[in-house]
């Protein structure tokens, strides 16, 4: 059964716990954008976490060095899973993968920026992570021609546990599911609805019957 994960990228403490007490009770992930981490520090991942012990707290570190430094400290308050970049050197993903062992968490891998994601996402599943995110960042989906197809196309073929995010929606998370995906990820399409709650019932409901 595929996992939803709703992606806050919104910026305070107060405005990331609102959304999520809405679509806790469709979600399995809750994911920390980077920018809202910047923005709070790590005490959203711990007031995260103590509002929803029992759903996964994904914090979007991005991380591109010092991997076990980084992902120790992401764990520490509360997250269950952290991202490191894909494009950055494996000991940095491996020393992330150590500290997750220590605390009995999980290593994301994020491909943004990477030019070959699929042949990445091969490497690195070799790491010990827990699975790879194809990932077309806002930027990229921001420029003319972008499609969701891409990452679809790449899930289908990459033969190992991964995520896609970038633009997932209501038209296209079946397509995302039959990738053989284990995440979906859904941002803008739950966060940017009128009404979040609903937005992510009709996801969860829509990825379920896929």
Known sequence: ??????????????????LAGKVAPYVDIIELGTP????????????MKQAHPDKLVFADFKTADTGELEADMAFKAGADLVTILGAVDNATIVGAVKAAKAHGKGVVV?????????????????????FV?????????????????????????????????????????AAVKQAGVAVAVAGGAI????????????????????
Do not use: C
Not at 3 to 16: F, G, H, M, S
Not at 36 to 47: D, N, P, Y
Not at 111 to 118: L, Q
């Open 1 to 18: 059964m595929a996992k939803l994960q709703v992606a806050i990228d919104l910026l305070t403490t107060q405005e990331a716990l609102a």
């Open 36 to 47: 809202l981490i910047k923005s709070e520090g790590l005490a959203v991942i711990t007031a």
């Open 110 to 130: 994020d491909t943004i920026g990477v030019t070959d994601r699929v042949k990445r996402a091969q490497e690195v599943s070799a790491l010990g992570v827990e």
């Open 133 to 173: 995110e194809l990932h077309a960042g806002l930027d990229e989906q921001a420029l003319e021609g972008y499609s969701i197809q891409v990452l679809i196309d790449e899930a289908k073929r990459a033969g190992v546990p991964v995520s896609i995010a970038g633009g997932v929606n209501l038209s296209n998370i």
């Open 191 to 210: 966060y940017g609805a009128a009404d979040p709650a609903a937005a992510a019932k009709e996801l969860r409901e829509a990825l379920d019957a896929a």
